[in-house]
Each structure stands twice: as C-alpha cells, then as structure tokens.
C-alpha cells in the first residue's frame, strides 16, 4: 500500500530553523539521512523529496486563452509543504508509525521538532481482478 | 529544472463531484490526454492522486518521542488532492503546463481555472541545511 | 533480448537455480550467481547461438560464479575454520555438472513462498526466483524505483537464510499448509490485476499472465493436486474476460454489461477442462468453488442467460469454507438476483457490524446497486458516492462517480440523499 507522508511549516517556522545552531543543523541532517537509508533499506522507501522555500512558488491560474495568471503565494502563517515521503508499507499503521519517526526529528538541543506529518493513501491504478 | 505541481483542491468533508455523466467524462479524457502528453514530451516525472482526506491522519512526536495521532479536521480545511512533478527548462514552461492543468473542463465543460501551486523541487538538500 | 532466448532463460531459471542452491547450500548466494548466468546467456547466446545443452551450461556459469565467491571469502577467513568435507566441496571439481532434481522447481516454490516472509517479499522473490524476471522488470510492474526492489529482495533472501530452512519439499504434515501459501502467493500476483496505462509507468509486464504462468507450472508438478488446478482454472476463467474489461479509454465495465464476443473461448475452454477434471475427483476446496462461479459466468451466451440460481448455490458452499467478507458480498448479490434485491440488502446489514468490512468501500458500492435494482435511486446514488469518496483505486472511482452520474440524471431530479457537500474540483482521475 502506497502512503505519502507529507511535512508541512509556517514561514514563522522556517525563520525558526534558520536561527538554529550549525551543530544542531548537522544533527538534524545526519539524523534524516540515517532515517532515509533506514527506510531504503527496508525496502519501503519509493520517493523523498524536499522542496524549495516558498519565496518563489507561485499559484498559477489559467488566464484567458490559458496565458497563465500567476500570483505569489504565502502569508506568514499558512502552512505549506516542506517535503514528502512516499513509501510502500504492508498497513496504515506501519505508515504511521514511520510518520512518528519523520515527526521525532531532533530539533535544538536534540529535542524532538515534532513537525506535523499528514498520512494519505495514494490512488492506485489497478483494480483488483478477482473481487 | 524539477517543478511540483500541486492542486491543493480538496476540502476536508467534501465529496466527490456531482457534475452531470458527460462532464465528468471529458474531465477525465482531459487528465488523460494532459499526462500523456507530458510523458510524451518527456516532461513528466512523476504524478500521484492521493485518496480523499476523510482516511487522512496528521501524527505528531511528543516531546518524548511518543506519537499522537488526529483524525480530524476543520470543516473546509484544505489538502493535497494529486501533484505532477516536471522536468523543464524554464520556470515558465512550468507555469505553462500548470496553467493547462487549471483550464481542466469541469461544469457545463467550462474551465475550471483551478488555482495550481508551482514550487521548485530541491535536487540537493537546501543550502541552510549544510 | 532475443524473446525466444529470454522465455528459453526463464523457463530454465528454477532448475537452474534448485540445481546450484543443492549444491553450494546457500539460497541467497546462489541466486546472485544464476542472475549473473542468466545475464551472461541474454549477452552471448544471441551472437554464438543457443548451446546443445542450455541448462548444463547455465548451470556450470553459475557454478563457477559461485566457486569465484567462495574461495574470495574463504581468503577473508581463518583456514582453521573450514571443516575437512568443505574442503572437498571446494576442491575444483567444478566442470562435474550438479545434477538438477525434478523436485528442484517445487522447493524452490516452497521456499520463496515461506510463511515466514511478508506477502510482498514473498511475491517479489517469487517473481525473481522462480519467474525469471528481472529486478528492474518487477519494480516497473509494482510503480516502485529499482532500488527499493532489489533492498526488498535481498531482505527476503535474508529472511529465509535467518530462518535456517533447508533446501527441500516440507514434510507431509507441513505440505498441505505450505501450498495453501504458495497458492496464496500466487493468487496475490493474479489479483496485482489491470493497471490503466494512463500514469507516467508504462507497463511491460502483464502480472496476470505471469501468475498463470507460474500456476501452471505448479499444476504441471503436482497434477493431481484439486485446489491448484482449481486456482488455476480460476485465473484462466477470469483471464478470458480481460478485453472486455475495460472500454477504449480504459474505464472499468462490470460483468454484467462485457461484450462478450470478445471473451477468450479458448481459456474458457481450458479453464472449464481443468475443473471438470479436478471436480471429478471429489474433493472441493475454495479456489476450485471461485472457479465454478466463474465458469457459470463464462458459459451464459448472453449476460440474462446466466445460471444464477447455480451461482446462488455454489456461493452457499464457498461461505461455509471462507468467512472472507467478500465472498459474503458477492453471496448478497446473488441471493438478490435469485430472491429479489431486498433479501440482498438485508444480507448486507449483517455486514454494517463487521468490522473487517464495514468502512470499506466494496459495502457501499454492493448497497448502491442493490438499492439501484430496488428501485431506491437516490440511495443508490448517495452510496455509490460514498464508495467513491473511499475507495483508492482511479479506475474504480471513475466507474462509481459515473454510476451515481448516470442515475441522478436518469431520475430527472437532482439527489437530495446525498450526505456531504460535493467537491468543486474533482480529484486526479487521469
């Protein structure tokens, strides 16, 4: 069953973070890459990828004759996605429980960041045959 | 250059639409042909439709590492309905094809002009995360 | 690849690989060799030709990949570790071919197949192991990246050499258990089922084909076995429908609206033999009931010829032997195509109250067409809306929001039943 796990911030928080120390930056860094490799390891990692700060991201609209409108984006306090996971897990609960994990990131002085992470199920494009 | 395109379409209690038989038929011809022709261009990496936000969990680590998990969420709260992710030269391209996506036909087969958030993918790790 | 060479090499692969784990005791190793074999062949047999003897040759390749391995290890090692037997073992005496057992392929069924690994390893290792197929191959057919592919076979190949079994048939208490297993594996592949080709993958692979290919190479080792000729028949009865399955556009029809014109006679006519066949031996099992059901189908000319009262019947049996919640589905609408839609719906209030069934979006889609043969269709729509809100699968979404579509305009009056605001924006169905 495929999940994406989905971490989301607050330009407040992303402020936050780039305040922190340059040792806790490292052991915020080591601790995610040794999570990924975990997760590679298993077999269940499919997809990672952070995103860029939202400075630049755009919400594009289709104009007239579809000449795009685009506008730029974020409040201070709307949330928006810092990264994604997408992984492949025998249940929802193993995908919540790798969701913890994302969640339990050290932060300054190693204590956990507790980021919120959302879980959904991806839509597949398969049908069950036999059902 | 790696773009997500993300249609953050979908309200918390919200179901699926209830647009007349042909309509909904040439949305999803529209969604059809618009991947393809990305896969055909080469543009296309990857795209994903994510299941309705009424299974949606958000979990977070207490302080002392131990997970507490919400189900539940302001009526119209809005979430991630499905990205494309795409490889092109410019960011203009980018919103180009963000732009297609908006004009899917929906009602009546109007445009729907559904607002398409256009963010870079990192190919390395942030330069504030070294 | 040269297609011819590339069915030669998988057709080989399970001897091969049975051949070389007898000989060197170990699963995981042995199995990196014969890859390495196999990838050798694909490059040389299409220059040099096809050796007289395809499957000694193989074999020896892999031997020899396997002896390069061992002395490399053993130079890591103390010496004084080695046993005097293995010394013999690793003598070079290569070039005396090991010997295949025609029990080889079966084990090696048995093995990949083992309960201890998660149904997924045990799928994907089945696939590489026995099938043939490529890592690269695999990873396309289940939309995961190569590399999570391959960390899920080497976790599987570490699973069973954690687990110590040996390379042999289980004994005859463990046989019946341990092929229900393998079967259960297999019928996974089957069910991996139709994927639309519109997502940014393009399939090579049909899953469907290569579980039957797998099933009946089971059928071919164990022939007098009722329940895997029933899965087989099974997969065969229910492969024959395929392109009538979806419309050019890759939408979903259900059974009972296929043209059946364009239904395979010819698996039909094999799926049908094999059950006959077995049902004349007298035992019954579950896959051999799912077959009968699906050959009542097959047979009916014209969707109002089908026998349902016989499908009635035959679901009656297959609840007794399985309380999967499915089959209590498919049962309801039977006994509303025999008795009428609302001794169906009642059936499905008992499921309200299980909990493995009661939020799943099969429930609701039943209900909806139950209620829609009942004649309640603004019920009907509001709950083919609720299986399209939960269900995960595009293909099935598309077909349940066109269904509540079809029949909200067909009652000329918009549905007030529905339960929730309906989304401005739709969700990614391409």
Redesign the interface.
Known sequence: M?Y?L?MAGTKAGVDT??AWSKSD?QA??AWLKSLNKEL????????N??????E????????KD?????DG?FPEAKEF?LGYW?V?V?SPERA??I???L??GPGPGG????????????????????? | MKY???MNTMKAGEGVPGWPKKDLQAHVAFMRKFSKDLRDSGELV?A????F?D?????????D?T?V?DGVFPEGKE??A?YW?VDVAT?ERA??I???A??APGPGGA?L??????????SA??P??? | MDVPIENLLRDLTPQVLGAVIRRFHDFASAEDAVQEALFAAAIQWPQEGIPDNPRGWLIQVAARGMMDYLRSEEARRRREELAATEAVQLAPSVDVEPEADADDPLTLFFMCCHPAL????AIALTLRAVGGLTTAEIAAA????E???A??I??AKASIKASGVPFQLPTSQERAQRLRTVLHVL?LI???????S??PHVQRLEL?REAIRLTRSVHALLPDDGEVAGLLA?MLL??ARRLARTDPDGE?IPLTKQDRKLWDQVEISEGIALLTATLSKGSIGAYQL?AAIAAVHDEAARTEDTDWPQILALYELLKRMSDNP?VMLNHAIAVAMVHGPSKGLELLKALDSDARVAGHH?LDAVRAHLLEMAGDHQAAVTHYRIAANRT??????NYLITQAARLSESTASPDRGASRPKAEYP??SG
């Open positions: 495929k994406i989905m973070y780039k930056v915020h860094f590679s390891d298993s077999g269940e990692l499919v997809a990828e952070p995103l860029a700060a939202p630049q991201a755009k919400v594009v609209r289709a104009g579809c000449v795009p409108i685009t984006v996605l997408i492949d025998e919540c429980q969701a913890a994990r969640s339990a204590v956990p960041t507790s980021m919120p992470i959302e879980v959904r199920q991806i839509m597949s494009r398969r049908t069950d045959e036999l059902t | 997500i395109l993300m990857s994903e439709g994510l299941s936000p299974q949606a969990k958000v979990v977070r680590a207490s302080k590492g997970p998990t979430f991630l499905g992710i960011p919103y180009a963000a732009a297609r908006s004009a445009p002009n559904m607002p398409i958030e256009v963010r870079s993918v990192l790790p942030p504030e995360m070294l | 998660t149904p997924s390893s289940f939309l995961v990246p590399a999570t592919m960390q899920r080497s976790r019928y089957f069910n991996e089922g139709y994927t639309s519109a997502g469907s099974l229910t492969d979903l799912q499915m099969r995960t699968s595009i293909p099935e979404q969700t990614m």
